[in-house]
């Protein structure tokens, strides 16, 4: 299971810190994602962080502005969001690739001008 949480309204410019905890396997094995999807648009992964946390991999979209990091002990991935943009505006998923996708509901992200 996957529960995503953090999401809220924030003005362009403005930093917000998803989360994800995790459950049901062995968290610390996984490689972990963060997905979005913007309306009208198809979802799109974000960011990517391998077991041990030391490495990741952004879209171009938002490097240097958002952080993925993990803690194996909390079996939790987070999504640090700084200098957000009204094009990130979206609904943040967790996943992990498990032999299939498994996937959070989601948290939406709002981001005003």
């Known amino acids: 299971q996957l529960v995503e949480s953090g999401g809220g309204l924030v003005q362009a410019g403005g930093s917000l810190r998803l989360s994800c905890a995790a459950s049901?396997?062995?968290?610390?094995?996984?490689?972990m994602n963060w997905y979005r999807q913007a309306p009208g648009k198809e979802r799109e992964l974000v960011a990517t962080i391998l077991s041990t946390g030391g490495t990741t991999n952004y879209a171009d979209s938002v490097k240097g502005r958002f952080t993925i990091s993990r803690d194996n002990a909390k079996n939790t991935v987070y999504l640090q969001m700084n200098s957000l943009k009204p094009e990130d505006t979206a609904v943040y998923y967790c996943?992990?690739?498990?032999?299939?996708?498994?996937w959070g509901n989601g948290t939406l992200v709002t981001v005003s001008s």
């Open positions: 996943n992990v690739w498990r032999g299939m996708d498994y």
């Open positions: 049901g396997f062995t968290f610390s094995s996984y490689a």
